[in-house]
C-alpha cells in the first residue's frame, strides 16, 4: 500500500464496514483489512480538507496526490480481488465442467455395460434352458433304452428256456412179448417195435428241429438283446449334450467377464461421480465465501460492492473539490448517486444449473439404477430371476461410492510367490504345461533352461496363461517351470496380443485391461523357425511389454495382474558377461521378483541367444549365450493400508492433437502428478502443449505426436491432495512461483499449459520446491500450476539432482533413504532452440528421470516420507 504525507497513514484497532450510500461505519474489532483502513482514512481525511476551507491551489495540490492514490491502491485492488474470485471460481467451475463430462460419460458406460451384462444373463439364461432340455431329452431317451434292454433280455430268457425245454427227449418204451422163440416164431414182435420204433423216432425227429429252431431263435434274440443292452449303455454314458453345456460354459464365461467389466464400470463411474460432488462442494463453498459480507479478504463481493460504491463517492468528491476548490451542495448531491458496479459473477449461475441437472448429475443422489434390472444367478435355469435393482451411492470419496467397489477383504493376504515344478520340454514340438502348486496362481515363467547350446538352438515359443507356462525349444530340449502367486483378490488376464509385422525393431506395447498392471511377458512367438531368429530385446514396465525380435516378425502378449493394495515396479537395470550367470537383479526392499521386466542382448549376431533364464524371490537372473546383456527384474509387494503406497494410474495413449483422456487413480488413492509422459514420436515438431492433473487423473494435450499418459497415486492415512493456483509465466523468462494453499506441500507440477502452438513452443525448464512450482517457457507465454499434498505424519524432500546426456535416458534421481518418489520438481533443459525438448519422464516408487530430445538435461525428483 502507497502512503502520502499528507493524510499520515494510520492503522485504525477498529472494524469498519462500508454502506451501500458509500458511509464507512466504524465498529470495535481486533481485525481490519489494510483497504478499509485506507479507504476510512482517506475519507476521513479528505472530509476534513473539505471543512478546513484550503485555497483552490492548495486543493488542487492535495487532491492530484490522492486521487492516483485511491485510483491505483483503492480501486485496482478492487478490481484485482474481483479477478482474483473470478479466475479462482472459473477454475472451479471448469473442473466441475470436466468432471461432469467424466461422470455423465462415465455414468453412460455403466449403463451400457449394465444392459450388456442383462443381456448377457439372458442369453445364459437361454444357453442353459437348452442344456437342461438336452440332459432331460438324454435321460428320457436312456430311459427308453434301458427299458429296451430290459424287454429284449426278458424274451430272449422267455425264448431260451422254450429251447431248453425243447431240447429234451423222453426215452423209449416199446410195446414186446415178454417171451419170443424165433425158431417157432421169426418175427416175434418185430413188427410191433418197428411200429413203436418209427413213432418214436418221428417223435424225436420233430423235436430236434423243434429244438433247432428255439435254439437259432434265442441266440437271435440274446445278440439283438446284449445289442440293444450295449447301445443303452453308450447312450447313457455318452456326453449328447457337450455342445449344448459347452455354449452354456462359454457364455457363463462370457458373463463372468461382462459383470467384470460391468462392476469396473460402475465403480469409475461412482468414483468419477464422488469427484464431480467434490468438485461442486468446492464451487459451493467459494460461491458461499463471495456471497459472505465483512469477511475482510478477498473473496466478499458484498464488500466489494460497497467498498466500490464508497470509493466511486470519495473519488468524485476529490474531482469536485480539485475542479471548484470547494464543495457545492449540488456537487455533494451529485456525488451521493450511486455509480453501478461494473462487475457481476451472475453469469456462473446458469453454468452451474447446466452442470446440477439431473441428466448431469446433481449430486442429490443416494442411489443409480443402472440398467434397473440385475439377475439372480445360480446353477441352473431356475435360479436365473430378473428383478429390478437400485444400488446405494455414498457422495464420500473417503468411502467407495458403492458397496461391490470395496477393496477391503476380511482376510487379508500378502502378495506370496514361488516357482512350480520343472517339466521337460521336447524339441521342436509344444513341451506340457508347467503348472503351479494348489493355491497359487500363474504369474509367467519361473524358468526357461535350453539344455544345449549349439548357435542353431533357441526358444521360438513360449506362453503361460492360467493353465500354465509351456515352450517350444527349436533343436534341442529345455526345463520349464512357472512363476506363481496368491494374494487377497488375485486377478491375472493376459493382455492384447500385439503381432509385429516389422524385423529388427521395437514392437508397439502389448497393453492391460482397464485396472490391471503388468507384471511380466505372457508370450512370445517368432514367426520365423530359422537357426537364426531370436528375441533380441524385450522391455516391461507400467506401459505393457515388448519386444525387439531379430530377423524375424514376432508376436508379444503381457501377462497381467489385480490384486488388493498390489503394487508393481520394476528392479535395479544390471549388466552380465556372455557365457556366465548374471548376478541376481535384485528387487527395491521388500518386493520380491514376478518376472523378468528387460532381457537385453547386446549383440544381434545370429548365435547370441538366451541359454537359462530364472527367478526367485531375490531376483532374476540369465546366462546370455554368445553375448553381453542387461536385464532387470519386475517386482511386486502388497502393502497394507496403514503404510504410504505410491502406484502408477490407468495406462493412456492419448491422440495426437487434441485432449486425451485421463489416466485415473485406484480407490482410495490421490492423484499428485504424472508417472509417465511419453511422446511415441520422436520429432523435434512434436511437444506436449498441455498437461494436467487434478482430482480426477491426469490428461495430456501431444502436439503432433501420440503420447502416453500414466497418472501418479498416492495413499496413505488422512492423505489430502489439491491443486494450488493456475498463474500466468511471461515467455522466455522465470514466471513467479504458484504456490500451494496454507497447510499443503507442494508434490510436483499439476499442470502446465503451452499457450502457443508452434512447433518451437516448449518448456525449457520448471522448478518446484515444498510450496509451489515456477516454470520457463521458450517461445511462448505458459500457465503452470502445482500439485499439492497434506496429510499427518507426511513430508516432502527433493531427490538427488543428476545430469542426463542427449538422446537417452538420465539416471535414476534417487529419493533419500526410507521416501518414495511422488514426481518430478524439476527439468532443465540445457540446450535452447526448437529441437531441445523432454521426450519422456518416468517416475517410480525409487526415484525420476527422463528422456532429453537433442539436449543435456538436469533432472530431480520429489520424495515423500509418511511417518503416522
Request: hydrophobic share 35%; aromatic share 6%.
Amino acid at each position: 500500500m502507497r502512503c502520502i504525507t499528507v493524510l499520515s497513514c494510520v492503522a485504525f484497532a477498529t472494524n469498519m464496514h462500508v454502506a451501500l450510500d458509500g458511509n464507512i461505519a466504524v465498529e470495535s474489532a481486533s481485525r481490519v483489512s489494510p483497504r478499509l483502513q485506507t479507504l476510512t482514512t482517506l475519507q476521513q481525511r479528505a472530509s476534513e480538507l473539505m471543512q478546513s476551507k484550503l485555497s483552490p491551489d492548495a486543493a488542487k495540490v492535495v487532491t492530484d496526490i490522492l486521487i492516483p492514490t485511491v485510483q491505483n491502491d483503492i480501486v485496482t485492488s478492487i478490481e484485482k480481488e474481483f479477478q482474483t474470485a473470478q479466475s479462482q471460481l472459473q477454475g472451479l467451475v471448469d473442473a466441475l465442467q470436466t468432471s461432469t463430462d467424466w461422470a455423465v460419460s462415465g455414468l453412460q458406460t455403466a449403463v451400457f455395460r449394465d444392459n450388456e451384462l442383462l443381456q448377457c444373463r439372458e442369453i445364459e439364461k437361454q444357453k442353459l434352458i437348452e442344456y437342461e432340455q438336452c440332459e432331460a431329452t438324454k435321460s428320457s431317451t436312456c430311459a427308453t433304452k434301458q427299458q429296451q434292454c430290459t424287454d429284449q433280455l426278458a424274451a430272449a430268457k422267455l425264448k431260451c428256456e422254450a429251447a431248453a425245454a425243447a431240447a429234451k427227449v423222453q426215452p423209449a418204451k416199446f410195446c414186446a412179448p415178454e417171451e419170443c422163440d424165433f425158431k417157432e416164431n421169426p418175427t416175434c414182435g418185430s413188427a410191433d417195435v418197428q411200429l413203436q420204433a418209427d413213432a418214436w423216432l418221428a417223435e424225436v425227429r420233430s423235436k430236434m428241429e423243434t429244438y433247432q429252431k428255439l435254439a437259432e431263435e434265442c441266440s437271435t434274440v440274446t445278440s439283438e438283446a446284449s445289442a440293444a443292452c450295449a447301445e443303452s449303455e453308450s447312450y447313457c454314458a455318452g456326453d449328447h449334450c457337450e455342445g449344448q453345456r459347452s455354449a452354456a460354459d462359454q457364455q457363463h464365461a462370457s458373463c463372468t467377464e461382462s459383470h467384470e467389466s460391468a462392476v469396473l464400470a460402475k465403480c469409475d463411474f461412482g468414483r468419477a461421480a464422488q469427484t464431480k460432488c467434490a468438485d461442486l462442494s468446492a464451487v459451493h463453498a467459494l460461491i458461499a465465501k463471495i456471497k459472505d459480507s465483512n469477511r475482510q479478504d478477498a473473496w466478499s463481493e458484498p464488500d466489494r460492492v460497497a467498498e466500490f460504491a464508497a470509493v466511486q463517492r470519495l473519488l468524485c468528491l476529490l474531482q469536485a473539490l480539485h475542479d471548484e476548490g470547494d464543495l457545492s451542495q449540488e456537487a455533494t448531491a451529485a456525488c451521493a448517486a450511486k455509480t453501478p458496479y461494473p462487475n457481476t459473477f451472475d453469469y456462473f449461475d446458469e453454468r452451474i444449473a447446466e452442470l446440477t441437472a439431473a441428466d448431469s448429475i446433481s449430486c442429490n443422489e443416494d442411489s443409480f439404477s443402472f440398467s434397473g434390472f440385475e439377475w439372480n444367478t445360480g446353477l441352473t435355469s431356475a435360479a436365473f430371476v430378473k428383478r429390478t435393482s437400485n444400488t446405494a451411492f455414498s457422495v464420500d470419496m473417503a468411502s467407495p461410492p458403492f458397496e461391490f467397489c470395496s477393496d477391503e477383504v476380511a482376510v487379508a493376504i500378502d502378495l506370496q510367490v514361488t516357482n512350480g515344478a520343472v517339466v521337460k520340454s521336447p524339441q521342436n514340438t509344444w513341451g506340457p504345461y508347467a503348472t503351479c502348486p494348489e493355491g497359487y496362481q500363474v504369474l509367467g515363467l519361473g524358468r526357461i533352461d535350453m539344455l544345449g547350446w549349439a548357435g542353431n538352438q533357441n526358444v521360438n515359443d513360449f506362453e503361460c496363461n492360467d493353465n500354465g507356462c509351456r515352450a517350444w525349444c527349436h533343436n534341442v530340449e529345455c526345463d520349464v517351470a512357472a512363476r506363481c502367486g496368491k494374494a487377497s483378490n488375485l486377478k491375472l488376464v493376459n493382455g492384447n496380443v500385439v503381432n509385429h509385422q516389422q524385423v529388427n525393431q521395437w514392437s508397439e506395447y502389448s497393453t492391460c485391461p482397464s485396472g490391471y498392471m503388468p507384471i511380466g511377458l505372457a508370450k512370445i512367438d517368432l514367426h520365423g523357425e530359422d537357426s537364426d531368429v531370436n528375441v533380441n530385446d524385450f522391455e516391461c514396465n507400467e506401459l505393457g511389454c515388448r519386444a525387439w525380435c531379430e530377423s524375424t516378425t514376432c508376436s508379444v502378449t503381457v501377462r497381467c495382474a489385480q490384486a488388493t493394495n498390489l503394487d508393481v515396479t520394476v528392479g535395479t537395470l544390471g549388466t552380465t558377461a556372455p557365457d556366465q550367470w548374471s548376478d541376481k537383479m535384485p528387487c527395491p526392499e521388500g518386493y520380491v521378483a514376478l518376472s523378468m521386466a528387460r532381457l537385453d542382448l547386446h549383440s544381434n549376431d545370429e548365435v547370441a541367444n538366451v541359454g537359462d533364464m530364472e527367478c526367485t524371490d531375490e531376483g532374476c537372473r540369465a546366462w546370455c549365450h554368445n553375448s553381453d546383456c542387461s536385464l532387470r527384474s519386475m517386482c511386486g509387494k502388497t502393502f497394507h493400508k496403514d503404510e504410504l503406497h505410491v502406484t502408477p494410474g490407468t495406462v493412456i495413449k492419448s491422440p495426437a492433437n487434441q485432449a486425451g483422456p485421463s489416466s485415473t487413480c485406484p480407490s482410495g488413492h490421490k492423484v499428485v502428478g504424472l508417472a509417465r509422459l511419453d511422446m511415441i514420436s520422436g520429432e523435434h515438431n512434436a511437444n506436449v502443449n498441455d498437461f494436467a492433473c487434478d482430482d480426477y487423473g491426469c490428461h495430456a494435450w501431444c502436439h503432433n505426436t501420440e503420447c502416453w499418459v500414466v497418472a501418479r497415486c498416492a495413499r496413505a492415512p488422512g492423505l489430502e491432495a489439491t491443486s494450488g493456483p493456475l498463474i500466468h509465466a511471461p515467455g522466455n523468462q522465470w514466471s513467479e512461483f504458484s504456490n500451494c494453499p496454507s497447510g499443503y506441500v507442494a508434490a510436483g507440477l499439476g499442470r502446465v499449459d503451452i499457450i502457443g502452438g508452434e512447433n518451437d513452443d516448449n518448456v525449457n525448464d520448471f522448478d518446484c520446491n515444498e510450496k509451489g512450482c515456477r516454470v520457463w517457457c521458450e517461445s511462448t507465454d505458459c500457465r503452470v500450476q502445482p500439485r499439492c499434498v497434506k496429510g499427518p505424519g507426511f513430508s516432502v524432500m527433493m531427490g538427488a539432482t543428476v545430469e542426463g546426456n542427449e538422446n537417452t535416458w538420465s539416471p535414476v534421481s534417487e529419493c533419500p533413504t526410507g521416501s518414495t518418489s511422488l514426481s518430478l520438481s524439476r527439468i532443465d533443459i540445457k540446450g535452447g532452440g526448437s529441437a531441445a525438448q523432454v521426450n519422456d519422464l518416468h517416475c517410480t516408487n525409487q526415484g525420476c528421470r527422463a528422456w532429453c530430445h537433442n539436449t543435456k538435461c538436469s533432472v530431480r525428483s520429489t520424495c515423500a516420507k509418511y511417518d503416522p
